[in-house]
């Protein structure tokens, strides 16, 4: 039997990945190309094709396996019960799910609804409730960090709690070499200290030894440059609702889990920015 990990041409899904072959978890990943992730990869891992918008693929991508690393997928038509049946029907032993911080007070996103679509499967589970990505420094907010030094995003002077998707990964798989140990439970975790964008910023300038400032913008600047830039309206608005919790000073909240389950101490923004330093530069 195997482990199925999802999202791994995400931030958490692919440090999941190499956390679970460091760790000797007999894994296969799920992709929606073969042929890219192979050419990609080569041997490195097990690849498996799983396409949430396409029931067909569930029973295959499926097989033999008894413990899943979970992500919701973006993107419309996604067939997120329906592929939860099929893992129940497939005697699925154990689903360890990444959520998000604070869902249980937001039922109207999609992890709201999924947290309780697993639970009623009766599969045994695992809710990694987590902190704003580290990783979005070097993602979606890296074209303006590299060509104007900015941190562009609606957040306002909220703070966030920072969290790294190596962390992530970490309790991700902890969890499922262990699943006796953290079965039916939900964990929030987060960065070691909450920040607002202003105070990133000033800690990529020392660090990085050039000035990066956030600018701050408005919903509506935002939003008019961002289409300027040939971005997609339905991107926009995510990226936008990401921020909103932290504009109205809803994200700032710290968990210790992580401390608690690994004995160790999260990964800290100033880490995370020399770590991977080369991208912005």
Known sequence: ?????????????????????????????????????K??????????????TKPETFEQALSDVDSIFL??????GIEFERFLETAKKRSVKHIVYLSLKDVQFMPFIHHYKNEKLIKKTGIP?????????????????L?????RKRIF????????????????????????????????????????????FYEVAKRMTHILETPV???????????????SQGADSSFINVVTGIHFPTKLGLAKGISNDFEKITGKKQTSINEYIRDFKQYWL
């Open 125 to 141: 589970y695992t809710f990694i409730r987590a902190g704003y990505f580290m990783q979005n420094l070097n993602d979606f907010l």
């Open 143 to 147: 074209q303006e960090l590299k060509e």
């Open 71 to 76: 992500i919701y997928p973006p993107g419309e």
């Open 39 to 52: 050419a990609n990869y080569g041997s490195d891992y097990s690849f498996t094709l799983l396409d949430f």
């Open 213 to 227: 400032e956030y600018t701050n913008p408005s919903v509506k600047e935002f939003k008019s440059w961002m289409l």
């Open 153 to 196: 995003v609606p957040a306002g002077n909220g703070k966030t709690s920072f969290v790294d998707a190596r962390d992530l990964a970490e309790i991700a798989v902890m969890a499922l070499r262990n699943p006796s140990l953290h079965q039916n439970k939900s964990y929030v975790i987060t960065g070691n200290e909450a920040l607002t």
């Open 1 to 37: 039997m195997k482990t199925l990990i999802t999202g791994f041409n995400g931030k958490t899904g692919f440090e999941v990945a190499k956390k679970a072959k460091s760790a000797s978890i007999v894994s296969t990943c799920a992709v929606r190309s073969l042929e890219k992730a």
